[in-house]
């Protein structure tokens, strides 16, 4: 089982700066995908970006691609998304979540960001733009 605290929200002005941080701690195997993903009050969750703990691969969303990037500091078992550029689209609610990822026909072993993926989530951080 895998535990996950996210910290780093808040408010923040459009166009600036924000940078969230996801401590975690429990099966290092059950980590090998790390995402964030966000939900807005009346609408669906989004996944954000994804880091391949093992590869180091990241994949980010449409919405966030050149604007946010995902980050992984493994000595300290800490996640993190620096997001720049922001909008007040980007209000929301923000989650760490952790996953095994998907294996493909040729048994390969990739993280996306499909929700389904990740098994473990924290309880989200708040950040407002206006």
């Known amino acids: 089982h895998v535990q996950l605290v996210e910290s780093g929200g808040g408010s923040a002005q459009a166009g600036g700066s924000l940078r969230l941080s996801c401590a975690a701690s429990?099966?290092?195997?059950?980590?090998?995908?790390m995402g964030w993903f966000r939900q807005a009050p009346g609408k669906e969750r989004e996944g954000l970006a994804v880091?391949?703990?093992?590869?180091?691969?990241?994949y980010y969303g449409d919405s966030v691609k050149g604007r946010f990037i995902i980050s992984q500091d493994n000595a300290q078992n800490t996640l993190y998304l620096q997001m720049n550029s922001l909008e007040p689209e980007d209000t929301a609610m923000y989650y760490c979540?952790?996953?095994?990822?998907?294996?493909?026909?040729?048994?390969?072993?990739?993280?996306?960001?499909?929700?389904?993926?990740?098994?473990?989530w924290g309880q989200g951080t708040q950040v407002t733009v206006s």
């Open positions: 880091d391949n703990t093992r590869s180091a691969d990241t």
């Open positions: 979540a952790a996953g095994d990822g998907r294996t493909s026909i040729s048994n390969y072993r990739y993280c996306d960001l499909a929700a389904v993926t990740f098994g473990s």
């Open positions: 429990g099966h290092r195997r059950s980590r090998y995908c």
